[in-house]
């Protein structure tokens, strides 16, 4: 008969965007030895709690927010004493969000939380700062088949709001021309007759919107989103 004493834990790793800058979002330990540090939210599952239904749950009571879709980035365990207390390993999801969205609150066992630049991230507690540099990297990959970087934007953006956020997440610049010339091409981005004023010069600029119907249906026609050009 195995003797096991393992524990199995969620953690979430939620990217926001805002004024050309990703963020992630951490809370503040409340308890423990890393009282006061900063982590990743997330906690140990209950005995009959679904994996996703954990992680949304721990979002909800150490940050008060509660988001959409969240998917699976890998797990953690590999290294035995990545928790000093006992042997735990990690089921990690990542999720995107705007910001502005949402109001933090923390609770339960967090005593803040807090969006921080990804440039400007603190050492997180246990191996969250390995968490969030692979979901970085798998952003970054997804960003180049999968229109996931509206989920970041406002529902009405000015087109260069998107390359922006590319240019952002990608961490080098593009060739907006063509970028502008690729994405308008899949149909799938719509020009509303609304403008808003860029910059302090004044100039008007149009507003878009994502066109999501649209995508989806594209998607049972075997559409590609495809812009590894950039």
């Known amino acids: 008969m195995i003797d096991q004493n393992i524990k199995i834990a969620v953690d979430a790793i939620v990217f926001g965007y805002e004024k050309g800058t990703l963020y992630v979002l951490a809370v503040q330990q409340r308890f423990g030895k890393l009282a006061d540090r900063w982590v990743l939210p997330g906690g140990f599952i209950l005995n009959e709690e679904p994996l996703l239904k954990a992680v949304e749950r721990e979002l909800k009571e150490e940050a008060g927010i509660t988001v ?62 390995e968490m969030v540099n692979l979901a970085h990297q798998r952003l970054k990959s997804k960003l180049t088949y999968q229109p996931i970087g509206f989920d970041l934007l406002d529902q009405e ?35 509303t007759d609304k403008v808003v004023k860029i910059g302090t010069s004044g100039r008007p600029g149009k507003l878009f919107t994502f066109d999501k119907a649209k995508y989806n249906q594209l998607l049972k026609e075997n559409f590609q989103f495809d812009v590894r050009f950039v």
């Open 68 to 129: 959409n879709y969240l998917e699976q980035l890998g797990t953690f365990g590999d290294d035995i004493n990545r928790d000093e207390r006992f042997r735990v390993i990690s089921v990690a999801y990542f999720a995107l969000v705007n910001p502005k969205n949402f109001v933090l609150k923390a609770d339960t066992d967090a005593k803040d939380a807090k969006w921080f630049p990804v440039t400007g991230i603190p050492q997180l507690g246990y191996d969250h700062n």
């Open 157 to 191: 953006f000015l087109f260069s709001d998107l390359e922006n956020l590319y240019c952002t997440i990608l961490e080098r610049d593009i060739d907006r021309r063509n970028f502008r010339k690729k994405i308008l091409s899949f149909g799938i981005v719509t020009e």
